[in-house]
């Protein structure tokens, strides 16, 4: 997974509103938002498409580990 940040890219935007700024936690790859940007017309789309992304992400881990808490084995 390769990972770049400089504020001064359309890349690096998305990375800064997303704070996606360190690699050793990062949540995308850098194809992943050129991937976005590219979809969504630019870096201010693929912001908001990557916030979206991330909330589903969250949405799902919380999903997941409410089902899981209170089962009984």
Request: no cysteine.
């Given at each position: 997974?390769?990972?770049t ?16 700024t360190?690699?050793?936690r ?25 916030a979206?992304?991330?909330m589903a992400?969250r ?7 409410s089902?899981t ?5």
């Amino acid at each position: 997974m390769s990972f770049t940040y400089s504020p001064t890219t359309d890349r690096g935007r998305v990375r800064l509103r997303l704070s996606d700024t360190r690699a050793e936690r990062a949540a995308f790859s850098d194809e992943e938002i050129d991937a976005l940007i590219t979809d969504e017309g630019g870096w201010a789309g693929a912001t908001i498409a990557g916030a979206r992304i991330l909330m589903a992400d969250r949405a799902r881990f919380a999903r997941v580990y409410s089902n899981t808490e209170g089962s009984v084995d």
